[in-house]
């Protein structure tokens, strides 16, 4: 089954976060008003709605209906890291079985000085990802910006709606060998970002030049590996310093950089506010 809908505008993320279901747990039975999207890191989930029974798997996603009663029809036979996402559709969907042969068959009309192109999505109910390096780190990026801060839900809405774009870029399976190039570094980071490395380690690992792997990321991501490694790192440090007493040089060190003065002055740059000031308006702001 597919989830058809048309943008602009996009479908409205409302909340998301990430969970364990602990080993002979079960997923709750309820009914929503809202799209529920369960994506599982590890173990597996398994839940029925409407009569149909999904085994939720590594690297697996279930979109679950509005209005659709759906429950764990079986224990989890170990522990399941799950990330979930809700959202709404407030300007109509549909369910339809076919789905886009190409991906230019999402363009259903261009946009002229005055009127916006329109896109027409069509994406899968429950799917397997392949490339789950960069739809996992969009995924780490929504649920790593639940704070009170004002801009963040701003930003869960643009990562929400390059979520799914590449929810629907899985769909057609058509990775380009630049995006094969930008999972491996994106890979590397999530694996290596907690010691210190440059370019040139990264290059050596993935065994390409760094000035391919530069530019495979800017036409990806619209930055360099390093101020991807920046923003990864910051991120990182923004959760430590919610939910830890860890001191600003520990969370330096636990980032991969050593040096907690140059740690603050980045911090500053990117956030707006030093680390200590972040943890008291985070805090503040409960």
């Given amino acids: ?55 939720i798997r590594p690297f697996q996603y279930l979109i679950l209906f509005p209005g659709f009663e759906h429950y764990g029809y079986k ?34 009309k261009d946009g002229d000085f005055e009127e916006p192109s329109e896109f027409l999505f069509r994406i899968p109910k429950y799917h397997h990802i392949q490339q789950a390096g960069r739809f996992e780190t969009i995924l780490n990026h929504l649920v790593e910006l639940n704070s009170r801060i004002v801009e963040f839900p701003l930003r869960q809405q643009m990562f929400f709606e390059e979520l799914l774009l590449q929810l629907q870029k899985e769909a057609l399976n058509i990775p380009t060998a630049t995006e094969k190039v930008v999972d491996e570094i994106l890979e590397y980071i999530a694996k290596n970002y907690e ?37 990864y790192r910051m991120n990182k440090a923004k959760r430590l310093l919610s939910v ?43």
């Fill in 1 to 55: 089954m597919i989830v058809e809908f048309r943008v602009p505008p996009f479908p409205t993320f409302i909340k998301g976060g990430e969970g364990t279901f602990k080993t002979g747990s079960k997923h709750f039975r309820r009914i929503f008003n809202v799209f529920d999207f369960i994506y599982v890191k590890k173990g597996g989930l398994y839940i029925t709605e409407n009569g149909v029974n999904y085994e």
């Fill in 75 to 108: 224990e989890c036979e170990e522990d399941t890291d799950v990330i979930w996402i809700h959202f709404s559709i407030d300007h109509g969907y549909e369910l339809v079985k076919e789905k886009h042969r190409r991906f230019g068959d999402i363009l259903v």
């Fill in 195 to 231: 010691k210190p490395f440059t370019m040139e380690d990264m290059a050596r690992d993935l065994h390409f030049h760094p000035d391919y792997l530069t530019r495979c990321m800017q036409k990806t991501h619209g930055m360099t590996p390093r101020q991807y490694v920046n923003l």
């Fill in 244 to 286: 830890t007493d860890d001191t600003i040089s520990s969370i330096a060190k636990e980032i991969g950089i050593q040096d907690p003065t140059y740690f603050s002055k980045l911090f500053k740059k990117m956030e707006g506010f030093t680390p200590a000031e972040y943890r008291k308006l985070v805090r503040r702001n409960g």
